[in-house]
């Protein structure tokens, strides 16, 4: 009898937890959708619910860098950057203590950040936090030609934007070869 009671409760807190998880995801998809379609002003109200569901989790959870990249993102989309250092800065320090410090996900992370500083216009930063991304990447092992190229792309964009043209253009060509396979319409699998 004890061991039904047992099951019972589990299967309900597992129930329970996946609607709770379906809850935080239809809140991202909201605010994703809405940033699409340039109502930033909703798509921040939709953050800001996500980030009221994720106040039940704690303080060190995996979901914590999404939302404060997003706040930096649709922040800069309006033209708010006070916090924006902020954001940027919470995003990193929680995806490292969540993940690691020599993780994908965490390496993800800061190739995100960066990409962002170059929509703000801070290439300097942008160029470093490329740099860490890619140490990152080669820590964990998972250094693929997509990340590679990815990778060279916000950097080259970074360079651009110092005014290091002939740089960039070096750069971009020592992946020619990886950008010219995928810019073809069909891929065979």
Do not use: W
Not at 76 to 95: K, R
């Amino acid at each position: 009898m004890k061991a039904k009671k047992y099951l019972f409760a589990v299967a309900l807190i597992l129930i329970i937890s996946t609607v709770i998880q379906a809850q935080k995801e239809k809140y991202l998809k909201k605010s994703d959708a809405l940033y699409q379609k340039n109502s930033y002003s909703k798509a921040m109200k939709m953050l800001s619910k996500y980030k009221a569901s994720l106040a039940k989790l704690g303080t060190p959870n995996n979901f914590l860098s999404g939302y404060y990249i997003r706040e930096a993102r649709i922040a800069l989309a309006q033209g708010v950057i006070t916090g924006f250092d902020n954001s940027i800065n919470n995003a990193v320090s929680a995806s490292k203590s969540a993940f690691g410090e020599n993780s994908v996900v965490h390496a993800k992370t800061l190739l995100e950040v960066s990409a962002l500083y170059n929509e703000y216009g801070n290439y300097r930063l942008s160029r470093e936090f490329t740099a860490r991304a890619r140490k990152a990447f080669e820590a964990s092992g998972e250094m693929t030609d997509p990340m590679k190229g990815q990778i060279c792309l916000v950097e080259a964009e970074a360079k651009i934007g110092q005014g290091f043209y002939n740089d960039a253009i070096d750069l971009l060509k020592s992946f020619e070869n990886y950008f010219a396979g995928r810019a073809v319409e069909k891929e065979t699998f």
